[in-house]
């Protein structure tokens, strides 16, 4: 009898995150997840590895948390791994974890920790203390966030504390993060982002140089004893050039295992060991091109939307999971993504052509390398349904994608 009749992945939300998990585990042990969320995405749509159900006015706490308690109490017999999708699910966890964990084990860190981690200066204060090295930055009160007065030369960078509420908002110019050259260009964003009814602080932060290509991810577990079990670092080769998706990923390359690299593997190993913090992490970085040195922007206390192309470089976050909460292994090494990978969020056709036009050194590199993929098509997830729902979507998104570039280059 194998491990996955005594334990069942149930993930809230129906993204590509989802998918990405779902698909993980499927590969790992031949799991079946437990899907929940408001409504079916095409990422899940038609699949065989996800049993998703479609709960109304799931975004209600209320609904949320008896919803996952009856699934619970109707598979009592097995060792239930509940995963979020996003960040605002992750912080329903959070808000609900002293209940939810009589009934699940959660990957994630502990609510405490995890909410004094999503104040981004908190973080900041501990990067200080650990010695990471990031961009500076300063929080803009949304009281009276026109006297304030910024010691950070320009450019600089604005973005919301409170993402989830920002992302909701809609009006001109809106972008998912500034770059801004002078005084009037910042005074002119913010008076926009709370005349459009932003609640919050926001963020302002020295910019880093270089282009998306000096961008990384890295996603990391640490098991339940506050030990690091698994480490991938990516390399982003594209990012969406649409303003509003600023950050959202469309290939993402691996990246030589130099002595930088490994470092940056030493630094956020001590890091997260010596807060004690367990669960997935999800890191972003960009190497500074006017230092050399990699700047860490923030922790995410899940896995990334991406995160599937840790899987790609020798990584399944599955395993270490469930060694650790399932099967209580104690970590006998840690599992480094270090394959050789290209994951796509899109056809290759689609991320050769954007990288011949940005950069022709990983526009070859990415040709040359053999393994490749994306998380949403999988070999034995692919009936004619399925297959049509992804090639559709595929065929929009390079349509977006083309488009949005070319703009950007004009």
Partial sequence: MTESVFFQPVIIGTDLNTYGVARAFHMA????????????????????????????????????????KDYAVENSNK??????????????????????????????????QGIFLSNKMNFYELCEKYELDYPKAEMIDHRNYSEHKSELSFPVVLK???????????????????????????????????GAGYKHNMILQEYVYGDVTNEYVMNVYSDSQGKVRLMSLGRIAIEDPDPVMRGNYVAIISTEM???????????????ESINYTGLSNFDFKLDASDGKFKVFEINMRQGRSSFFSTLAGANIAVPIVEDLVMR????????????????????????????????????????TANKGTTLFYDKDLSLQRRWVIFR?????????????ERKQK
């Avoid at 995963?83 to 609900?96: D, G, K, T, W």
């Avoid at 940056?264 to 890091?271: E, W």
């Avoid at 104690?330 to 011949?356: H, Q, R």
């Fill in 160 to 194: 919301p504390a409170e993402s989830s509420d920002y992302f909701d908002l809609k009006f001109e110019g809106k972008e998912k993060a500034y770059i801004l050259e002078d005084a009037d260009s910042l005074n002119k964003a913010l008076s926009s982002i709370y």
């Fill in 258 to 272: 130099n002595e930088d690299v490994q470092m940056l593997y030493r630094k956020i190993k001590h890091f997260l």
């Fill in 79 to 112: 060792k239930l791994i509940l995963f979020a999708a996003s960040e605002q699910y992750v912080f329903r966890i959070l808000s609900n974890y002293n209940e939810l964990s009589k009934y699940y084990v959660i990957p994630y860190t502990e609510a405490e």
């Fill in 393 to 405: 979507y595929f065929s929009l998104y390079k349509k977006s994608l083309l488009k949005n570039l």
């Fill in 29 to 68: 042990y031949g799991s079946i997840s437990k899907v929940f969320g408001t409504r079916k995405l095409l990422m899940v749509d038609h699949s065989k590895i996800c049993d998703v159900t479609e709960v109304p006015n799931f975004s209600n706490d209320d609904i949320m948390v008896k919803t996952l």
């Fill in 329 to 368: 292994k104690p970590v006998e090494s840690i599992i480094y993504g270090d394959k050789n990978f290209l994951w796509m969020n899109c056809f290759s056709g689609t991320v050769y052509k954007m990288l011949e036009r940005t950069d022709l050194e990983l526009f070859h590199q990415a040709k040359k």
